[in-house]
């Protein structure tokens, strides 16, 4: 069953036509990652799906619902999670507060304690740093920041956009390995990644993204001995 659909979706910036026309769907309990180079239109489709971009046309479902034109603060209620690209942590505020920030569409204090214990156990480095300036964290912590507060709303789906960008080889193994561990629990994944070999070594199906259109989809582990593919996105 599909918890998300995009139908025909079509994005401008201005007079550039940025997503023409892509449709695609994340069943539940699946990762489904989108590669492609740098201006692709990956990061847009992200914002998109997730209210922080309205479309000139098309729709979006989430969970049976048309969110098409519902803006990102009210999906967060509704289940669906963005880890951004930059990790946009607040830098003044400590791991504790930035935690706590994600679970501002909840009301029981009883269950937003019980998360954070489990958020905490995920995370033993934010528990240990938790009266810490997130600024003040190296840049693999602060994407475990980035993802432990969007575990603090209890997504259906998590929406992530560039999880290992600019971390050491050691952080980005770390990273898929939380990305794998969240999908044990039940969460879809939706993985935007500059490391297409990471990103297909974890996902169920996989879209390649080419100039604001999808050139190539299907079983992940189809598209990693896809020739084009391999010229393209997994060269050393």
Same mark, same amino acid.
Do not use: W
């Given at each position: 069953? $599909?918890?998300?659909?995009?139908?025909?979706?079509?994005?401008?910036?201005?007079?550039?036509?940025?997503?023409?026309?892509?449709?695609?769907?994340?069943?539940?309990?699946?990762? /489904?990652?989108?590669?492609?180079?740098?201006?692709?239109?990956?990061?847009?489709?992200?914002?998109? +799906?997730?209210?922080?971009? *309205?479309?000139?046309?098309?729709?979006?479902?989430? =969970?049976?619902?048309?969110? *098409?034109?519902?803006?990102? #603060?009210?999906? /967060?209620?509704?289940?669906?999670? #963005?880890?951004?690209?930059?990790?946009?942590?607040?830098?003044?505020?400590?791991? #504790?507060?930035?935690?706590?920030?994600?679970?501002? *569409?909840?009301? @029981?204090?009883?269950?937003? $304690?019980?998360?954070?214990?489990?958020? !905490?156990?995920?995370?033993?480095?934010? $528990?240990?740093?938790?009266?810490?300036?997130?600024?003040?964290?190296?840049?693999?912590?602060?994407?475990?920041?980035?993802?432990?507060?969007?575990?603090?709303?209890?997504?259906?789906?998590?929406?992530? =956009?560039?999880?290992?960008?600019?971390? @050491?080889?050691?952080? +980005? !193994?770390?990273?898929? =390995?939380?990305?794998?561990?969240?999908?044990?629990?039940?969460?879809?994944?939706?993985? +935007?990644?500059?490391?297409?070999?990471?990103?297909?070594?974890?996902?169920?199906?996989?879209? +390649?993204?080419?100039?604001?259109?999808?050139?190539?989809?299907?079983?992940?582990?189809?598209?990693?001995?896809?020739?084009?593919?391999?010229? $393209?996105?997994?060269?050393?």
């Amino acid at each position: 069953m $599909a918890l998300l659909e995009v139908k025909d979706l079509h994005v401008f910036y201005g007079m550039i036509h940025a997503i023409k026309g892509i449709s695609f769907e994340v069943n539940q309990g699946e990762i /489904v990652t989108l590669i492609g180079a740098n201006g692709a239109g990956k990061t847009t489709t992200l914002q998109t +799906v997730t209210g922080l971009i *309205t479309p000139r046309s098309g729709e979006i479902f989430y =969970d049976g619902t048309n969110i *098409t034109r519902v803006p990102g #603060h009210q999906l /967060v209620s509704r289940g669906l999670a #963005h880890v951004p690209e930059g990790r946009r942590v607040f830098a003044q505020l400590t791991v #504790h507060q930035n935690l706590m920030l994600g679970a501002f *569409t909840r009301s @029981s204090k009883e269950e937003i $304690a019980r998360t954070l214990e489990e958020v !905490n156990h995920r995370f033993p480095r934010l $528990a240990e740093r938790k009266d810490q300036l997130a600024g003040t964290l190296s840049g693999g912590e602060q994407q475990m920041l980035a993802m432990g507060r969007a575990l603090m709303s209890r997504p259906k789906m998590i929406v992530m =956009d560039e999880p290992s960008m600019g971390l @050491s080889p050691i952080y +980005v !193994n770390e990273i898929f =390995d939380i990305i794998r561990s969240i999908h044990e629990t039940g969460t879809t994944v939706l993985l +935007v990644e500059q490391n297409a070999k990471k990103a297909l070594s974890i996902a169920d199906r996989a879209y +390649v993204l080419e100039t604001g259109t999808i050139s190539l989809s299907g079983p992940a582990a189809d598209l990693m001995n896809d020739p084009k593919v391999k010229s $393209a996105y997994l060269s050393e």
